[in-house]
T-cell receptor, first 113, second 113 residues
Framework: GDSVTQMEGPVTLSEEACLTINCTYTATGYPSLFWYVQYPGEGLQLLLKATKADDKGSNKGFEATYRKETTSFHLEKGSVQVSDSAVYFCALSVGGSQGNLIFGKGTKLSVKP | DAGVIQSPRHEVTEMGQEVTLRCKPISGHDYLFWYRQTMMRGLELLIYFNNNVPIDDSGMPEDRFSAKMPNASFSTLKIQPSEPRDSAVYFC???????????FGEGSRLTVL
């Protein structure tokens, strides 16, 4: 079945360090891919998305490129801030707008000043 | 615009009691989802509706859980009787069919003693 695997955390970085959170997927169709972020005490919110191969999603300095050949959608940021501390979820949606999103288990990021 | 609204935000109850969680999706959204989040199991899909009709309830843990969507603007998730292992944060989310982006509520934190 369709699934998402993302690197386990927690990840602890110093402010201004580079971030990469790995995400790979398994899907029978042509999924859309998403990164959601959950700040403490809040619900998940969409960070960025990509709907087809080679698309790059970007938002708030974060980027992720849809790599069909490696079935990956790694999240990157060149310089993290303390305010980026949160849990990050990779997700996929198969079949366009139909059906559910399948989420990874989440990666907790802590950024220290 | 109002987002997804959940109530109550926090609920503490004793084992055996009935618990009802409520959700008001964003107006115009066709899909409504109920998720459960725990440290051990991460984010789990319980059930989702399309146009008020339950589409997939395979994630509902057992018969103690039930969900309804009597109209496009309201859904409930009921647990009867509740057990300590039901303690979790329950999220409601909604989306429009076209965009695919899920919008989450702030969650209902349930503690069953």
């Amino acid at each position: 079945g369709d699934s998402v695997t993302q690197m386990e955390g927690p990840v602890t970085l110093s402010e201004e360090a580079c971030l990469t959170i790995n995400c790979t997927y398994t899907a029978t169709g042509y999924p859309s891919l998403f990164w959601y972020v959950q700040y403490p005490g809040e619900g998940l919110q969409l960070l960025l998305k990509a709907t087809k191969a080679d698309d790059k999603g970007s938002n708030k300095g974060f980027e992720a490129t849809y790599r069909k050949e490696t079935t990956s959608f790694h999240l990157e940021k060149g310089s993290v801030q303390v305010s980026d501390s949160a849990v990050y979820f990779c997700a996929l949606s198969v079949g366009g707008s139909q059906g559910n999103l399948i989420f990874g288990k989440g990666t907790k990021l802590s950024v220290k000043p | 615009d109002a987002g997804v609204i959940q109530s109550p935000r926090h609920e503490v109850t004793e084992m055996g009691q009935e618990v009802t969680l409520r959700c008001k999706p964003i107006s115009g959204h066709d899909y409504l989802f109920w998720y459960r989040q725990t440290m051990m199991r991460g984010l789990e899909l319980l059930i989702y509706f399309n146009n008020n009709v339950p589409i997939d309830d395979s994630g509902m843990p057992e018969d103690r859980f039930s969900a309804k969507m009597p109209n496009a603007s309201f859904s409930t998730l009921k647990i009867q009787p509740s057990e300590p292992r039901d303690s979790a944060v329950y999220f409601c989310a909604s989306r429009r069919q076209v965009t695919g982006e899920l919008f989450f509520g702030e969650g209902s934190r349930l503690t069953v003693l």
